[in-house]
């Protein structure tokens, strides 16, 4: 396929592959193009900086999330979200994540470091990173659940759909592993059956609203086919027949933090060149890495 074509199908086709180690591209599966060694020490001193950030607070598990495919024109600024760890067996701070194995097409559980994660942009000048930092009751009981393999795989799906429904066990993506571990650590569902399924009738019942997507077009019927990890079948008939669909993604999990967790805040990093933006609280940080009032700013040696 030729680049421009492939460009245009990733637009139009609403693939939230959500950043994935493996797929984070416009190509999804080829080569990851190469990146100038300036930007990659940028990017490392980048991820430094996010540490930081960590290390300063007392939590024991934070929800990370990374700027990914360029979904603005969804209103995404974040399509992959994780649980970064402070006694990560993989290193401090590492995140647990969801990723799409691409030479075995199955969806796999990965640990990776914080340079890993926040170089998985698209942009590799420009970059964002949001931090969710937990009371400690909420921060310890998900650390608890996602350092445990067994239940941490309970909650792993069969099939991968960067467009899954949220509330359908046909397929998973990323941010709705998330999504459902947080449910598996903080409403204690009976995950002696179906974990998933537990899972996602306490996220309904706590209130959580996955992120809405219009795509209507009908170039993404056309365009479907051609991208093997984008899916409607699991969605409810009447979304489908409004090519409208309801999928996890790291917005709709911070404002269900946002809600229903009191005392979580919130941290946003962002890296335009080598200017890093440190900007708290839950309204986003200035398009373009822009500082505003409150924000502090950092020059990347």
Known sequence: MRPRARRALAGLALVLVAGAASAASFGFCDRAPAVPARQQDRMFAFAAV???????????AVLVARSGLNLARFGQRYSHAGVS???SANGPWSVRQLYFACDERLPRLYDQGMAGFVAGTEDPALAYVSIVLLPPAPAQALARRALDNEASLRLLGAAYSANAYAFSERYQNCNQWVAELLALAWGEPDDGGDARAAAQRWLRQAGYAPSVFDASSLLLTLLRPFVPWVHVDDHPADDRAARRYQVSMPASIEAFVQASVPGAQRIELC??????????GWDPVAEGCIAGAGDRVLELD
């Open 50 to 60: 996010v540490r930081a950030e960590l290390e300063a607070s007392d939590s024991a």
């Open 85 to 87: 760890l402070r006694e």
């Open 271 to 280: 890296r335009a060149g080598d200017r890093v933006v440190v900007h708290r």
